[in-house]
């Protein structure tokens, strides 16, 4: 499990000058698995804006995120292996390293959201609706 905070003057330097010579896309990873668009990222704070700000594109939005430092808020966690399944038992995605946003275009239908992170793993169920409502879940690391 990674947590992620760090002094946002030096991530918000950083992640300008990135984006000026590398262009908009380079704020999180797009891809491709099985036919379902996905992207991830969001470990600074201009990432994850940029990443909800695309999020009403996406059927589904997952977040991982651990209890902080600060009691009562949550601080982001990069790393986690996730796995979509559908309603048939076919794994629609399959990630190694995501986070600690992630969004996929699914169809409408009913899916099973398994994350896995530092030897634990949790598993929702959720039913994706139509298209332009999007699902949101959160994972949530003790």
């Given at each position: ?122 598993t ?14 959160t994972?949530?690391?003790?």
């Amino acid at each position: 499990m990674r947590h992620v905070h760090a002094p946002r003057a030096a991530l918000a330097a950083g992640l300008a000058a990135a984006l000026l010579a590398a262009g908009p896309a380079s704020a999180e990873f797009q891809a491709r698995h099985a036919d379902v668009p996905y992207t991830t990222g969001g470990v600074t704070s201009d990432e994850a804006d940029a990443l909800r700000a695309q999020a009403r594109d996406y059927s589904l939005e997952v977040t991982m995120a651990a209890p902080g430092e600060v009691p009562g808020d949550n601080d982001f966690v990069a790393g986690t292996a996730v796995r979509v399944i559908d309603a048939r038992g076919n794994a629609v995605l399959d990630l190694q390293d995501t986070g600690p946003i992630l969004l996929a275009n699914l169809p409408p239908g009913n899916y099973t959201i398994e994350a896995a992170d530092n030897g634990s793993t949790q598993t929702r169920h959720v039913r994706v609706g139509p298209p332009g409502r999007r699902t949101q879940l959160t994972f949530l690391w003790r």
